[in-house]
């Protein structure tokens, strides 16, 4: 099994910059891939950014490209999401997950962690 726990969200000002992390435990040695989704009220869940564990390989979608920046740290076994320049629009609850493949859709994620939220004022 894996563990994901999600920290550093919070509420900032429109145009600030927030860091998430989300501490890796457990069977690490599984994880091929994790991803940052994010879900508001009402909406579906939708991807953010991707990384393969073992070369720190990124996918991005064109949202937030640009703004959004994911890494990972393998001697900390720590993910992080660094988001600048954020709108209103990106208040939403941020979840990472570890999976089985470098994409986009969250069946592909196999574990996930609690989300931690995240409120932008205008």
């Known amino acids: 099994q894996v563990q994901l726990v999600e920290s550093g969200g919070g509420l900032v000002q429109a145009g600030g910059s927030l860091r998430l992390s989300c501490a890796v435990s457990?069977?690490?040695?599984?994880?091929?891939?994790m991803g940052w989704f994010r879900q508001a009220p009402g909406k579906e869940r939708e991807f953010l950014a991707g990384?393969?564990?073992?070369?720190?390989?990124?996918i991005y979608p064109g949202s937030v490209k640009g703004r959004f920046t994911i890494s990972n740290d393998n001697i900390k076994n720590t993910l992080y999401l660094q988001m600048n320049s954020l709108k209103p629009e990106d208040t939403a609850v941020y979840y990472c997950?570890?999976?089985?493949?470098?994409?986009?859709?969250?069946?592909?994620?196999?574990?996930w962690g609690q989300g931690t939220q995240v409120t932008v004022s205008s």
């Open positions: 457990g069977r690490i040695f599984e994880i091929y891939a």
């Open positions: 990384i393969k564990w073992s070369d720190s390989e990124t």
């Open positions: 997950a570890a999976g089985r493949a470098l994409v986009t859709y969250p069946a592909s994620y196999d574990h």
